[in-house]
């Protein structure tokens, strides 16, 4: 075990080197300039020209992507140009918020979606079934900011039973905290769940023709029992790829999220990097999250191979 | 004058009178001290160093208001009233402006105000050294000086006949007085650590969710501050933030035309107040006169001419956005009998590009989102029918400014902002050689106009100068206005005085709830 994940990690090191490339160019290839950001109405050509020599932006792009690798390696990753603070701060004050809300959102979308996917395999092809699998299909093509408003419209505006917006911290008052939380992780949970369903649903439909369900069904087991016990383990392989793979989605997703409920995350920090071109803070943070994104499927690598002995002997 | 005729003109008198009378002894028995307020803003404010922030934008100038106090402020017709200064003097030229402060005021760190203080303020943007992009906007003023603790002397480089209402009449970048003590102290913490003079102190200040600013108890004018706590959230999403104000998460937000639906729908709501106000100048755009076709006076004449801004209006903003025919609109002071608008005639405009003869194409500069493109689209339509073909050019909003500056263009959009006096963006945006002088156009007429314009004190020969400037830049269709700036802020019902939003700044710090 410890062989195979010391090879997972050595993996990891190319990886990481790209996304780190990656972020560097797309950060440095979007259209519009830094300096013009930051000179606005004042642009002319020679500010531009003495600004962009200060902030080293003359130079070739390789020597900057190095200057900025360097730096992250020394553990700096940069300062906002706007508002002075260090990526690391900006991130370490917003991180706990998305965190928080990518759990809720992927717990509650496994409330939903595990027990509905055991329930249609048991049945499969039933009306119940047939009912779940359309509205699975449904719900999967409703945009996230659509059904962001429209919950906002429901529970704030109508019925008055949680709040449209705003945030408050989970230290200051837990239980606030959670009342804030309900409405951006439904949101989030609900484009979540349908993909989870269908996975679960048709690796469980597979399981339940497997001979050791007919053994446990000849021996008299209870039905829940052998689908929640029996069953559900190893049709969950694909369940877990699904869970790691749909944090890359939630990142994604609270971009939007955040947005709309004005939560203060890292998914805002995003959108307000990109809209005032706060390249250092865009960059610090895109690769944070790349390198998080790329730590947990590490981990679901981890999780696959405790699940299937087979896989960590590599003859799967 | 016949008897009817006299007591006609006493009956106004008294009704004028009555009613002022009316309006003075309303608010003060209305006025309740306490409580708190929430407001929603557009943005997250990313601080108030200017040195760092360089420009404040709307929502930064929220607090900013509440934080810090200016020299002046500007009363409901837009005259310069007394704050941190109590009184004022010019030379002869208006060259010199001499400021007599109010004594006894203190920085919320216990730091004396003084002119000392205040020539700091403007030492510390003006330097060269500290590369402030809020430099800029002080250029016309030479230096500050401090003869004795509480006069303060403005030596401008060129006259400014109005200067009070603009040298700090609302708490931007510039005009809000810093503490010289705090931005020492504190080093690069300042930016998010702001020290004022203002009716509220900062409290707290979580990034990206909510600031908390708290009374001054100390405020020299205390008693006219009535609300005890200001709290100032970023809510970015239009549409949930008008749902947190329905649902009351926020007392007041901010808005403008591109969400009129929202608007509309509280102007019916009798829980919800609009708050709207009309100010000066105008979303407008600039021809490069020195590129066909658009050096042609009729291609550009017929251009305007198409122009239908009640559809315009009607297809971008419900009919909200307001038309404009001059560039300083109903909010301004400069009233023309004749502003010389070309009249809205397609036909006309059509015969014009037939008698050019040649076909008339070209590109226009248009903001790449989703707003700029629709104002693109609506522009691109009403040409065509009028036999004009007109390409948009998508760009990012900061490349517009370097593109205008370098005469990279063919038609470019701009805006004239809302400014207590015409002076400083007429005169930048037409006299010859300026780099704003877009159209790159030079008129000694008009020239002769602006130099005029901007050293005559009496106000009604200045208004007669900027209205004959307006009819010759509406004769020679060198620049177009689409529509005039409206403000909005939509609050609950109870949010009561809120002072008029010149320059779009929502200032809380002297509202109240009923």
């Known amino acids: 075990m410890l062989t195979f994940i010391a090879q997972r990690l050595l993996y990891l090191v190319p990886v990481l080197i790209a996304v780190s490339l990656l972020t560097f160019l797309i950060a440095s290839l979007l259209p519009g300039d830094l300096a013009y950001t930051i000179l606005g109405d004042q642009a002319t050509p020679e500010k531009v020209a003495a600004l962009r020599h200060d902030m080293g932006l003359d130079q070739p792009i390789w020597i900057r992507y190095f200057g900025w690798l360097g730096g992250i390696l020394q553990g700096d990753l940069g300062r906002s140009f706007r508002t002075g603070q260090t990526v690391l701060q900006a991130v370490t004050e917003r991180l706990p918020i998305s965190l928080e809300l990518m759990l809720l959102a992927e717990i509650t979308a496994l409330a939903i979606g595990v027990p509905l996917a055991i329930i249609c395999a048991a049945r499969s092809g039933g009306p119940f079934d047939r009912f779940m699998t359309g509205s699975a299909f449904a719900m999967l093509s409703v945009p996230t900011f659509l059904s962001a408003i429209l919950l906002i419209y429901l529970f704030a505006v109508e019925l008055r039973w949680l709040p449209a917006t705003g945030y408050v911290p989970f230290s200051e008052d837990p239980a606030k905290n959670l009342r804030f939380m309900v409405l951006p992780a439904l949101t989030l949970a609900l484009a979540e769940w349908p993909g989870i369903m269908r996975v679960l649903r048709s690796d469980m439909i597979a399981t339940l023709q497997e001979d050791f369900i007919a053994l446990a069904k000849a021996k008299g087991l209870k039905a829940s029992r052998i689908l929640f016990v029996h069953a559900l383990k190893p049709s969950s392989l694909t369940l877990v790829t699904i869970t790691g793979i749909n944090i890359g989605r939630l990142i994604g997703g609270a971009v939007i999220v955040e947005t709309v409920f004005a939560l203060p995350g890292i998914g805002r920090l995003l959108v307000g990097a990109i809209t005032t071109r706060d390249l250092i803070i865009l960059q610090g943070v895109v690769l944070l999250v790349g390198a998080g994104f790329v730590l947990i499927n590490f981990i679901v690598d981890l999780l696959y191979a405790m699940l299937d002995p087979r896989i960590r002997h590599g003859h799967a | 004058m016949t008897a009817a005729d006299r007591s006609g003109a006493l009956a106004r008198l008294f009704l004028v009178a009555g009613f002022a009378i009316s309006l ?344 790449a989102t989703p707003r700029g493109r629709a104002n693109g689209q609506v522009l691109q339509q009403l040409w065509k029918r009028a036999g004009a073909n007109m390409e948009i050019e998508q760009v990012d909003q900061a490349t517009i400014p370097p593109r205008a500056f370098m005469r990279q263009f063919q038609v470019t959009p701009w805006r004239i902002v809302d400014l207590a006096d015409p002076d400083i963006q007429m005169y930048s945006n037409f006299r010859s050689g300026s780099p704003v002088a877009l159209a790159n156009y030079s008129n000694p007429e008009l020239d002769q106009l602006l130099e005029r314009a901007r050293v005559t004190p009496d106000q009604e020969k200045r208004n007669e100068d900027y209205c004959a400037i307006s009819r010759l830049i509406n004769k020679e269709a060198i620049w177009y206005w689409t529509f005039q700036n409206t403000y909005y802020a939509m609050s609950s019902a109870k949010v009561k005085g809120l002072p008029k939003m010149y320059s779009g700044v929502i200032d809380l710090s002297r509202a109240w709830l009923e």
């Open chain 2, 24 to 367: 003075s002894a309303v608010p003060a028995s209305a006025q309740k001290k306490g409580g708190s307020i929430t407001m929603g803003l557009e943005l997250d404010i990313p601080g108030f160093d200017p040195l760092k922030v360089g420009v404040y934008d709307t929502a930064a100038l929220t607090a900013s208001s509440a934080l810090f106090d200016t020299l002046t402020y500007l009363d409901t017709s837009g005259k310069p009233q007394p704050k941190l200064a109590l009184s004022w003097s010019h030379s002869e030229d208006f060259k010199t402006w001499t400021f007599k402060l109010r004594p006894g005021v203190k920085f919320h760190d216990g730091t004396p105000f003084n002119a000392e203080a205040a020539k700091a303020n403007f030492d510390r943007q003006k330097d060269p050294a500290n590369k402030c992009r809020c430099a800029f906007y002080i250029s016309n003023i030479n230096n500050v000086q401090a003869p004795d603790e509480l006069t303060l002397v403005y030596n401008l480089n060129d006259p400014s006949v109005n200067y009070p209402a603009l040298v700090s009449s609302y708490a931007n970048q510039n005009a809000a007085v810093h503490s010289p003590t705090a931005w020492k102290t504190k080093g690069d913490d300042y930016n998010r650590n702001p020290v004022g003079t203002g009716p509220f102190v900062l409290k707290s200040w979580t990034a990206g969710d909510r600031m908390v600013l708290e009374k001054n108890p100390d405020y020299w004018d205390k008693d006219r501050i009535y609300l005890d706590r200001i709290i100032l959230k970023p809510l970015p999403d239009a549409q949930s933030r008008f749902a947190s104000l329905q649902s009351g998460e926020a007392d007041i937000i901010w808005d403008d035309e591109a969400d009129a639906d929202n608007i509309q729908k509280a102007q019916k709501d009798p829980k919800l107040t609009v708050h709207t106000y009309a100010g000066s100048g105008a979303a407008v755009a600039a021809f490069n006169t020195k590129v066909a076709p658009l050096d042609d006076l009729r291609v550009r004449q017929a251009l305007v001419m198409a122009l239908d801004r009640k559809k315009m209006s009607q297809a971008l903003t419900n009919g909200l956005a307001r038309p404009a025919t001059n560039p300083y609109g109903d909010g301004s002071w400069v009233r023309c009998k004749d502003d010389g608008a070309l009249p809205e005639d397609l036909e006309k405009a059509k015969a014009l590009i037939k008698d050019y003869g040649k076909p008339v194409e070209f590109k226009m500069l248009v903001t």
